[in-house]
């Protein structure tokens, strides 16, 4: 299912490649995320067009809405979305964490009030299984157990066992219920920033056997310095032959940290949310289309981008889009920032087989850090 | 500019072509409104696939945002949009009439208050043609004095005056200062309800002599009855050999009126305005996607049309969309709505050719009303 096919000699990039149910998977790959069935502003063909290999979604918030009933009955998540590449879910496990006002965890599941009406649901890792097995996800995540970055040691030992007995419920259940040609089922490697329980947490995953293994509770709170030590201590022990996936993450430089890591997969809704707030992700690094000195700003979003928004418009026209609070507005930001993180990763791998990588890093960061990055939010 | 190809020969109905600055225009023609300079949740390459000939924007409202200075120094509305097809732009009368707490209409102009900043302005019909020789609109329109459904004929007649003379001096001064090689300019009947009013209004701007003329002060609060009875009675006295324009109409069974009493050019937020509140119009009627008996339904919003909305998504997903709140849900029925609505112009124009107006219209309006008409907003 999954073949490296190329390795950076200076670092531990790797060129590769999946074979899912709906199609190849060049890796890396950076998934953009569409919550709720759709990747927010997007239209399929926009995502096509930009040749979208794989999008993430998201079984918690399906499994509420449209709910189970739905994806039944109109035949899973491709065919509801229109959607004719893969699709990856996560279990719900990081959403439960990040509502957790919402969320208790149990022994043998997670209770949970739906954050849309309050509705009260009960989930164990079986049904999550289930719950992918309807969206038909290509690539479904085990349920998972997240806690704080601050969490004590004890703590993040508790969470740990209780992901590493959901993971062993859920494979179990998977190899004898779920067509394996079809969906492939990822395990996800926990242990919050101690590195003895990362290194724990691989070893017993990997003894359970998944297609695929994710590093998940980064991006919790933590410093960069935190996130940079854990991602480079657990990608190195994750098995070789398999794709690896950096959950949740990230901007634009994450992309450099982690592919050198070895990571394979990235997910996060940071383009397009920031999109949404009129900030462009550009080679010259963020910009907010909501500052002034845009007004008469005629060049395109990015000088160095070839996609149709910034060959058609100028920044001063995004901007005032924006201030004409025009849905047309995020839809471009949103275009755009997809595009450029895609062609992050693209460039990335053309200078990984030229071996300019370390050049082409020096120089994006040189450029893209180049004046005081504006807040994204 | 304007030819007549067809004419029907038991309605006033007729086929037409304009030549204007940035390409023909084939009539009937209903004109997407991008009041901002964008049709509401449009990019420009999809109306372009709708082949849109034309659009509608608004002077008024470009000229406080994001005001002239920007659009000279970026050179005028078409670049600045990214819109390589025509452009006609409403004077901003009907605006200000609509706004009619923050407006004054003097002797010589309007005295108004910006409605984004509360800012104090002043524009006299020069004023306005200035602003649309700015925007380099490909059809500019006089500045008019709209009054309400219910005035007397004391106060229309008025009203009827001062937009004559400011068409007056509107020509005079385009005849001067603009090149109307590259902009043409219509005048606007006006009249209120008073059959005697419409007459003289339209005898007085014929005889100032304008590229176009167009039926405005409709849609301001009327019944459908005196809709059509100033409709049929002012299109039939307009000039044979000039396009005609029904300004702010309208809804489907609109451009049947229309353009059986010999009509041309339509404009109206209604298509986009209703698709924001999951309104979508199909050969059966209208359509409110927020309806709990969509949560199931399989079929396109319109089981007729071919747009690339019906061949790909279900009611079912559409509906899920506006439920999740999704920018892509009204995406999604607003380009539905646009086009349906130039696929009825279409089909009426075929008709016209092949002598099946009639037929066509009957079907339609019998399919189009079978149920209840659901609310639009």
């Not at 890796?27 to 999008?55: A, D, H, Q, S, Y």
């Not at 229109?82 to 496990?93: E, F, H």
């Not at 963020?286 to 160095?304: A, C, M, Q, Y």
Request: glycine residues 8%; positive net charge.
């Amino acid at each position: 299912m999954f073949k490296v096919l190329y390795k950076d000699s200076n670092t531990r990039a790797r060129i590769g490649e999946m074979r899912l149910y709906h199609g190849k998977v060049s890796t890396p790959v950076f998934m953009p995320v569409g919550t709720n069935g759709t990747v927010k502003t997007f239209l399929p063909r926009e995502l096509e067009e930009m040749n979208t290999e794989i999008i993430l979604s998201n079984a918690y918030h399906l499994y509420l809405r449209p709910g189970l009933e739905v994806l039944e009955k109109l035949g899973g998540l491709h065919k509801f979305a229109g959607w004719n590449s893969n699709i990856l879910t996560d279990s719900g496990g990081f959403q439960l964490f990040s509502l957790s006002k919402l969320a208790k965890t149990k022994h043998d599941g997670i209770e949970f009030q739906s954050h849309i009406d309050g509705s009260r649901h009960f989930l164990n890792p079986i049904d999550i299984v289930n719950v992918q097995k309807i969206i038909g996800s290509d690539v479904m995540m085990v349920l998972d157990h997240l806690v704080e970055a601050k969490s004590d040691l004890k703590k993040v030992e508790k969470a740990l066992e209780t992901t590493i007995r959901w993971a062993r419920q859920s494979r179990e259940y998977y190899l004898k219920n779920v067509d394996s040609e079809k969906q492939k089922m990822f395990g996800i490697i926990q242990g919050g920033f101690f590195k003895e329980l990362r290194k724990r947490s691989i070893e017993e995953t990997v003894a359970i056997g998944f297609d695929g293994y994710a590093i998940g509770g980064l991006s919790v709170g933590e410093t960069k310095a935190q996130f940079l030590d854990i991602l480079e201590y657990t990608a190195e022990f994750m098995p070789e032959d398999k794709p690896r996936y950096l959950m949740g993450v990230g901007t634009p430089e994450d992309l450099f940290y982690g592919i050198e890591n070895g990571i394979d997969m990235f997910d996060c809704v940071f383009p397009t949310r920031v999109a949404r707030n009129a900030l462009a992700l550009t080679s010259a690094g963020r910009v907010n289309l909501n500052n002034e000195k845009f007004k008469f700003d005629e060049s395109p979003l990015d000088k160095e981008c070839d996609c149709y928004i910034c060959k058609n418009f100028s920044k001063a026209y995004v901007r005032h889009l924006f201030k004409a609070k025009e849905i047309t507005a995020p839809r471009m930001t949103s275009y755009h920032n997809v595009y450029f993180m895609r062609n992050i990763v693209e460039k990335i791998k053309k200078c990984i087989v030229n071996g300019d990588y370390q050049s082409y890093r020096k120089d994006f960061f040189a450029k893209y850090f180049q004046t005081k990055t504006e807040a994204a939010f």
